[in-house]
């Protein structure tokens, strides 16, 4: 069974900040690799997603990195702003058609 | 354009109850992913299901909790029978088709057990 580790558990960040969460997995049967955002009482919202034939991707201010050797990703959020205030989750998938989620970052961006 | 709907918002129940959550997929979508979120965690797989058929169910308890996902109408949840430890949120998500790798999550269902 696939298991997806994040860290960190909880991150605090002043307002134009990198705020940087990390994520590693074991293994995975295709490649895709999506980050979601989930504000509080809200349903988990897609954020970004990568195919590792590529190490990084940029969209706007949220960039992933992907190091497919080591199994590990991670999600930059340049500039942070109090609006990025969020839990995020990682997620690797798991056969073709599961995705077995981190256990979430919680982002806290100082004003 | 509709996204995923989920009802109800929250639901409150008594140990011994049942509950019965709903979701209905975005328009075109046909899969249908169940996942539970208890309080400062991640997001557990539960079932998977197509029209008509429960194609993985291995996070499914083997007990009190059942999926379907009907011809016509919501795909729904039902945990009988609830206890307190059932209490989270439910989130479903949907996809076009099995290949389509990005899942769209609705609002979710709050169940609290009293």
């Known amino acids: 069974q696939q298991q997806v580790k994040q860290s960190p558990q909880s991150l605090i960040v002043q307002k134009g900040g990198i705020s940087i969460i990390n994520c590693a997995y074991e293994n995975t049967a295709f490649d895709y690799f999506p980050w979601y955002q989930q504000f509080p009482g809200k349903g988990p919202a897609l954020l970004i997603a990568?195919?590792?034939?590529?190490s990084e991707k940029k969209e706007g201010r949220f960039t992933i990195s992907f190091n497919k050797s080591a199994k590990q990703f991670s999600l930059h959020i340049m500039d942070s702003q109090p609006g990025d205030s969020a839990t995020y989750f990682c997620a690797a998938p798991s056969g073709t058609y599961k995705y077995i989620f981190g256990t979430g970052t919680r982002l806290k961006v100082l004003a | 354009n509709a996204g995923v709907m989920q009802n109800p918002r929250h639901l409150v129940r008594r140990r011994g109850q049942e509950a019965r959550l709903r979701c209905s997929p975005m328009?075109?979508?046909?899969?249908v992913y169940w996942y539970r979120q208890l309080p400062e965690e991640g997001l557990k797989f539960m079932v998977y299901?197509?029209?008509?058929?429960?194609?993985?169910e291995s996070g499914m308890p083997k007990e009190r909790f059942s999926a379907e996902f009907p011809k016509e109408g919501p795909s729904i949840l039902r945990i009988q029978q609830v206890v307190r430890g059932d209490s989270a949120a439910y989130f479903c998500?949907?996809?076009?088709?099995?290949?389509?790798?990005?899942?769209?999550f609705g609002p979710g269902t709050r169940l609290l057990v009293l």
């Open positions: 328009k075109g979508h046909s899969h």
């Open positions: 998500a949907t996809a076009r088709d099995r290949y389509q790798e990005t899942q769209y």
């Open positions: 990568i195919r590792p034939d590529v």
């Open positions: 299901l197509q029209k008509e058929n429960i194609i993985d």
